[in-house]
């Protein structure tokens, strides 16, 4: 349900984006109508599964119920909109996901500066992999969504260390590795894994005044 404010001051970043003419390729915000799609593709293979900290398999239409209210909740919450849909027009089927937590608000000891601090996720349908979706969408939503439009000051992401096709996304928009291995807990795997993290900031100056293990405790 749209509320009179929603409708006078809708949220900022909902799209749709061009990113790409050749291959067609848009950003929109995610809606409940994806969630059939959503569905099917997480569960072609575990590719997806393995490859993330969070999504479950087998997927259930529950799990995305969930995770799309959470998404609405969210932009409610902060006028923006944080979760979006990869496509291959304004209107089609989505054919991939990215979204970034929440900002944190990190205050710097030394300067008193505060930071936006964002965390970025994503995936691809595995029938629509290694074609540049991943990396396309991920350098728009932090250059032209998340610094240009919403005023973040850094972007920081997470992969295992032997995802090479993440953490050639994260590279290939900007962002540098400055945890190279790093020992967590996966709760959906009850077993431990070995990730990395990089890091992206809007300007030079926030360089040292946050760090990835910050964000981690």
């Not at 001051?9 to 059939?36: N, Q, R, W």
């Amino acid at each position: 349900m749209t509320t009179s404010t929603e409708q006078e001051h809708p949220p900022k970043a909902m799209g749709p984006y061009l990113i790409s003419e050749d291959p067609p390729h848009y950003l929109t915000a995610v809606e409940f109508s994806d969630l059939p799609e959503m569905v099917r593709v997480l569960n072609i293979n575990k590719d997806i599964f393995e490859g993330t900290a969070s999504f479950e398999y087998p997927y259930l239409e529950s799990h995305g119920q969930a995770r799309i209210s959470r998404a609405h909740a969210t932009t409610a919450r902060l006028g923006f909109n944080t979760h979006w849909a990869m496509r291959t027009s304004p209107t089609g089927p989505l054919i991939g996901w990215i979204h970034v937590y929440a900002p944190e608000i990190k205050v710097d000891p030394t300067s008193g500066q505060s930071l936006r601090v964002g965390h970025l996720g994503y995936w691809v349908s595995p029938e629509y992999m290694r074609q540049g979706y991943a990396s396309r969408s991920a350098y728009f939503v932090i250059h032209e969504i998340l610094f240009k439009e919403l005023g973040f000051d850094l972007v920081h992401a997470e992969a295992y260390t032997d995802n090479k096709a993440s953490r050639k996304t994260m590279e290939f928009c900007g962002m540098q590795c400055e945890v190279e291995s790093k020992t967590v807990f996966i709760d959906k795997h009850q077993e431990n894994r070995v990730i990395c993290c990089y890091v992206i900031h809007r300007d030079n100056s926030t360089k040292g005044q946050w760090t990835w293990q910050e964000s981690s405790t």
